[in-house]
């Protein structure tokens, strides 16, 4: 090092980083399996040199400040390198904040345990600036997380404790680098890992304990008032309060751990805080609000309940201290307008937090074995939250449902309903709950139906005035939909006269949301919830009243049906869509035979060619076409069973026959259509969507396919043809590109392959041909359930072909078709056979028992190329492995005959497995 140049130095450190990086990281093209040899290799070999020649270097450069800044910078990377290395294949995810226990090898030990490596560490953060001091806290973050078994003895544990804790303690005395933004969030990082990976008896026992406690609990105080700058650090700082309040239950001894004096103080910091940055966002007319950020907010607030309920009497006091002054003067702004519009906005965003802090505490009572006298509490604040609800939709307030701040106050409040459902409603619930006390003798709620319908009747408000406000929307229909969910919730719904209410009125007149464009997804999920509700309850009668504003609307569709041009205005294509998903959300609903039956009987055949008719008109408008196909592919699901006709009824059949009248306007139309801008939006969503459909509906069990052919019927074949020729015209690079796509596409091949094997086997030549080759690289694909199907295709392909030729029959004519497609493509079947065994031997294969199948059927066909084969892959293996995979090969086919009896099949499949094994077990 002394007598290297500085460009060589450089160099030799950044080769170093690299081939530590390198190493660590899996190689594309090579398996898992063979990436964790050479990294345990390397590890074993290498790692624990590369990291002390990075700590020579550092020692050096550290003693020579007048080095390089760049070299500085290279060594500590490459420390970081090493010890952010993968020791044991868990593959932590370096994208993400959170760090598991690094499982450093053992002889890396007496290296940690020598005082002056985490010294040099700190040293290098005191005496420089960023980019190196904050790279140096990285590496003491790291060595914080390493395995509390690596240490000799729990003396050495503890002492390698002190001189962490000694040293953060040092940083907080002189305040070294805090003011620098990436040192203060590794430093926060660093506090953060000192009780995740130790235990609070260890903490309190080390000798500077009660100053370090002081000066944390000081500087945690000082970020969360200083909410503008350390916004992204607070979570590590609250979720090390929250460990060590939830490690006070089991703290022995006498060193006393001094939390309750502190805990309060931070409890207290944060309400006061956040409540006071409001008007600081105001004032400063700031664009970043620390409210708009729901998923950092989600992340402090779930450290909080912890915090809160550590004195929850004080923090109760605080709180209701804090909210009463607010909720009355919110209250007077119902009767009296403010002189200063920003007044509004100030006592919302205020609102706003004590909701998500109140939502936050009630939330924490899953997790805590709190006593009654906290369930007290809880209905103290919660009696609150109710009571908040009787003055935000009256008087003034109802102005200002447009505003972000008021909007932001009901997501709130919908996440309080929500915390609240989960703890106190329901069937997990408390039924016996000392909450339900407190609001029976603030408010007269007695029990959760009267809960349940003062929730509803806000979920009710929402869904009439914030039209316009998507996200508020979407949140009160899922909150609706986990009511509705929940057996006992659901029955509870039906007993209040808002649900009934819904039932009845649930137009657009009654509902504005559903005439926004922003909404129409959401429409399925409001006719999904309405649905459960309706079919909990025996009532046909009741079905029909619900249906009929759909009758109408549809009746007006049909008048328009006739005329292309009217068909296309923009009035009908806003009720195509509008109808196509509200029905679609009925339908998911509909899970049992007889709730099926009142939807397929309302449906059919009345409004089936309304259906059709917006399938041919509006094919070029995926707008309309999504929701109309998505409709008819939910239709046809036979989930649960809920498809089973009598056994004299043609329901299935005629069921059929309108999807594949469907299937054929759209792919007809579509395949039309060969320039496009998106071609995934316009031609290949509604491909997939129909291949699905016709998957689901020739799989779905409630279809004798034979009668079509019986009685000349070609809707069948019609319906077939039109899918393939739809499948094929996507390149298979897009296949395979687009994930839905190529789910949908393999789904179907499997089931055409298990259940129609003739018709493909009477494809002509080129569509064979490109149908095995998708089905040869969909073996490849990394989806398992994908490269499953393609296995299972080809194993049913295989097993009718070699059963038509072996059976002392003459073959049928299909199989006749395929013999010849076989004859002038002699490769199709012999190379997917090679990608099999070349995946079961040389790749890491989850579906290994359905990857087997089709070998069998393969070999069999052509034994005379699985002969070949064998060579073929022995002879690219070196000289000195050929025999022995000779050998597993020899024994592959032991006790198997020429059948593909189940038994005989099984009996392969565990040879298979066998040969695997030795064969990578002899690597």
Known sequence: MEQASVEHYFLGLKILTQLVAEINQPTPGRSLTQHRKAAVSFRDLALL??????????????????????????????????????????????????????????????????????????????????????TALECLVRLASV??????????????????????LEVLRTQKGLDDHG?????????????????LSELVNIENYTEWIQRVAEFTISSLQSWQWASGSVYYLLGLWSRLVTSMPYLKGDSPSLLEAYVPKITHAYITSRMESVQVVIQQNL??????????????????????????????????????????????????PPDDPRQSVLLEGQLTWMIWIIGAIVRGRLSSSSAESQEVVDGDLSARMFGLLQVMDNGNHTSRYGERSRQRMDIAMLTFFQNFRKVYVGEQAMHSSKVYTRLSEKLGLQDHLMVLNVTVTKLLTNLKVFATCEEVISMTLNLFQ?????????????????????????????????????????RTTFYFTLGRLLFMEDTPGQFKAFM??????????????????????????????????????????????????????????KHFPIILRAVEVWTDVPQVTTPVLKFVSEFVLNKTQRLTFECSSPNGILLFREVSKIIVAYGNRILQMTTVSDAYTQKYKGIWICLSMLTRALGGNYVNFGVFELYGDPALQDALNIAMKMGLSIPLNDVLGYRKVGKAYFALLDVLCSNHASFVASR????????????????????????????????SLAGYYFNQTTKGEPPSQAAQNMASHLAAEPNLLPEILKTLFEIILFEDCSNQWSLSRPILSLILINEQFYTTLKMQITSNLPSERQQKLLGCFDKLMNDVSRTLEPRNRDRFTQNLTVFRHDFRTKN
């Open 49 to 134: 040199n590369i990291f002390k020649a990075s700590l020579a270097s550092l020692q050096h450069l550290h003693r020579n400040m007048s080095s390089e800044v760049r070299l500085r910078e290279q060594a500590l990377t490459l420390a970081l390198r090493c010890l952010s290395f993968d020791f044991v294949g868990t593959s932590l995810d370096e994208s993400t904040e959170d760090l598991g226990t690094i499982q450093v090898p053992s002889s890396w030990r007496s290296l940690l345990e020598d005082h002056t490596t985490t010294e040099l560490f700190f040293s290098i953060y005191i005496g420089n600036t960023p980019p190196v001091s904050s």
């Open 147 to 168: 395995r509390r078994s690596l240490f000799t003895n729990d003396a050495e544990r503890t002492k390698f404790l002190g001189r962490l804790m000694n040293g953060t």
């Open 183 to 199: 040192n203060y969030h590794e430093y926060c990082r660093l506090l953060g890992r000192l009780k995740t990976n130790y235990q």
């Open 287 to 336: 664009e970043s609000d620390p409210l708009d950020d729901t998923g950092e907010l989600q992340d402090e607030l779930d450290s909080l309940p912890y915090l809160c309920r550590f004195h929850y009497d004080k923090t109760s006091e605080l709180i209701i201290s804090m909210l009463d002054p607010i909720v009355a003067a919110f209250s007077r702004l119902a009767s009296t």
């Open 482 to 522: 986990d009511l509705a969910a929940g057996y006992m919730s659901g029955k509870l719904l039906l007993k209040i006269d808002t649900i009934n209410f819904m039932l009845t009125n649930h137009s657009q007149e009654h509902f504005p949301f559903m005439q926004e464009y922003c909404n129409t997804r959401n």
């Open 548 to 605: 009929s504003p759909f009758d109408s609307i549809m009746q007006q569709l049909s008048s328009f049906a006739g005329d292309p041009n009217s068909f296309r205005s923009d009035a009908v294509k806003a009720a195509i869509i509008g109808i196509m998903r509200d029905l679609r959300g009925i339908a998911m609903a509909t899970n049992s035979r007889k709730t099926y039956g009142l939807l397929f009987d309302w449906v059919y055949p």
């Open 764 to 795: 002509d030549l080129a569509t064979f041909k490109l149908m095995l080759s998708s089905l040869e690289a969909g073996l490849k694909s990394l989806d398992v359930s994908v490269s499953s199907q393609c296995a299972s295709a080809i194993d």
